[in-house]
T-cell receptor
């Protein structure tokens, strides 16, 4: 069955370290998204991609970067982790612009 | 800044009753609207999508859309304890989804 996976599921890191969160989907979806979710906030868009070599900044992109070298993967990199980036991170994918998004299981990141 | 507003709750509903969840949005040209359910510690899962004015029914769930009032709602009939979760409203705006903060629903046995 097609799915979307994230790794690691839990990560503890220190301030200033570089961290990469992996997202892999087997839906063959063109569109992929990274969100963060914090208490009291809805899902906030970090970066998104509409296809290979395409990446775009979302609402809260500062301190994060992505790259899209194939259809299946969109890794999210925190260049220099900060305590404000402690959050739950979700990756999602969709077939088209107006279509529903399907979510991975999430990564809980703690920055100490 | 496009916005999607939901009452954070918690909304407490007796088992077997109808739960009514509401969402308003600011972007008048939005075309796609979604309801997701999120259990604690889990990822959001799609339960309903709606694209045109009126009602759309799927089992115990009914989504209602009124574009003139910029309002979308979700009705859950015969509420079950397993419906206890946070319900997220998502609205398409400028080719992205804008998310509400969610309404926490509690179904009391």
């Amino acid at each position: 069955d097609a799915e979307i996976t994230q790794s690691p599921r839990h990560k503890i890191t220190e301030t200033g370290r570089q961290v990469t969160l992996a997202c892999h989907q087997t839906w063959n979806h063109n569109n992929m998204f990274w969100y963060r979710q914090d208490l009291g906030h809805g899902l906030r868009l970090i970066h998104y991609s509409y296809g290979v070599q395409d990446t775009n900044k979302g609402e809260v992109s500062d301190g994060y970067s992505v790259s899209r070298s194939n259809t299946e993967d969109l890794p999210l990199t925190l260049e220099s982790a900060a305590s404000s980036q402690t959050s739950v991170y979700f990756c999602a994918s969709s077939t088209g612009t107006f279509n529903e998004q399907f979510f991975g299981p999430g990564t809980r990141l703690t920055v100490l | 800044q496009k916005e999607v507003e939901q009452n954070s709750g918690p909304l407490s509903v007796p088992e077997g009753a109808i739960a009514s969840l509401n969402c308003t949005y600011s972007d008048r040209v939005s075309q796609s609207f979604f309801w997701y359910r999120q259990y604690s510690g889990k990822s959001p899962e799609l339960i309903m999508s709606i694209y045109s004015n009126g009602d759309k029914e799927d089992g115990r769930f009914t989504a209602q859309l009124n574009k003139a009032s910029q309002y979308v709602s979700l009705l859950i009939r015969d509420s079950q304890p397993s419906d206890s979760a946070t319900y997220l409203c998502a609205v398409e705006s400028n080719y992205q989804l804008i998310w509400g903060a969610g309404t926490k629903l509690i179904i009391k046995p």
